[in-house]
């Protein structure tokens, strides 16, 4: 089992920054995809990024690459989601996600352990 808790969600401004934090315990996550997802009201969970702990390699959603930066401190079993430029329509809930043997690392069906989520709130 892996646990994960989100924390660092807000309300901002349009053009603010938030950084979230997802903390990661209950196995040794060295083979696991780390990913973020969100979910906007009346919308499906999308993908966001990810991150592999194993070879450091991200990738994003074409929406917020230039934006958006997710890392990771593997001492401590952590992932981070660094939001800048935010927009309106960047508000969602956003959920930290784990697995390893993923078929493809978009899709949130794919991912066995989840967080509670966190409120992001951009105000134009």
């Known amino acids: 089992q892996v646990q994960l808790v989100e924390s660092g969600g807000g309300l901002v401004q349009a053009g603010g920054s938030l950084r979230l934090s997802c903390a990661a315990s209950?196995?040794?996550?060295?083979?696991?995809?780390m990913a973020w997802f969100r979910q906007a009201p009346g919308k499906e969970r999308e993908f966001v990024a990810m991150?592999?702990?194993?070879?450091?390699?991200?990738y994003y959603t074409d929406s917020v690459k230039g934006r958006f930066t997710i890392s990771g401190d593997s001492a401590k079993n952590m992932v981070y989601l660094q939001m800048n430029s935010l927009k309106a329509e960047d508000t969602a809930v956003y959920y930290c996600?784990?697995?390893?043997?993923?078929?493809?690392?978009?899709?949130?069906?794919?991912?066995?352990?989840w967080g509670q989520g966190t409120q992001v709130t951009v105000s134009s």
């Open positions: 209950g196995r040794t996550l060295s083979r696991y995809i």
């Open positions: 991150i592999n702990w194993s070879g450091g390699n991200t």
């Open positions: 996600a784990a697995d390893y043997q993923l078929a493809s690392i978009l899709k949130a069906e794919e991912y066995r352990y």
